[in-house]
């Protein structure tokens, strides 16, 4: 029985997956994706998003806890210098993890993980959303819609006045 288990061991010692944690959070962080398996990637979601959080406010601590865990400092400061201005505003859920089905060789589940502010397929030509409240909205619409049906009458009798 797994009571009381909360991390997922990956069939490894402890060192062995804290450097493959590592090496794939400082890929994630370079390629801003990565093909891996769910397992994996579940994984590596548990562990890139603290440090993704971490690298909102630059400060030397913060910097030294972050490159504790990743080891690899062109990927903390890639982290610190082009990552956290593009998430600032972002309250958390950083990656994306969506799943590709089997892998030919052993079948094993495959999955992308990928940050979700640098995806470019996603968030192409969406315009920014106007946030707004349900019972505003109803109201101003309507209030929008008259005044400019009596402006275009105006305009019309205008234009037959002028002819």
Do not use: C, W
Not at 71 to 84: M, N, T
């Amino acid at each position: 029985m797994r009571h009381g288990k909360k991390i997922n061991h990956l069939g490894r010692k402890t060192a062995h997956r804290k450097s493959m944690l590592a090496n794939m959070g400082s890929s994630l962080i370079e390629h801003k994706r990565i093909n891996t398996t769910v397992a994996k990637a579940k994984a590596l979601k548990v562990f890139i998003e603290p440090l993704v959080t971490k690298s909102k406010e630059d400060t030397t601590h913060n910097r030294r806890i972050v490159f504790s865990k990743l080891r690899d400092k062109y990927a903390v400061s890639e982290l610190f210098r082009e990552v956290a201005p593009k998430v600032g505003d972002r309250p958390g859920g950083y990656t994306r993890i969506i799943k590709l089905g089997n892998r030919l060789g052993d079948n094993a589940d495959m999955a992308m993980i990928e940050l979700v502010d640098f995806n470019e397929t996603y968030n192409v030509n969406k315009p920014a959303k106007k946030k707004s409240t349900r019972r505003a909205g109803k109201r101003n619409t309507a209030e929008a819609e008259a005044p400019k049906a009596e402006e275009t009458k105006q305009e019309e009798k205008d234009d037959k006045k002028e002819e």
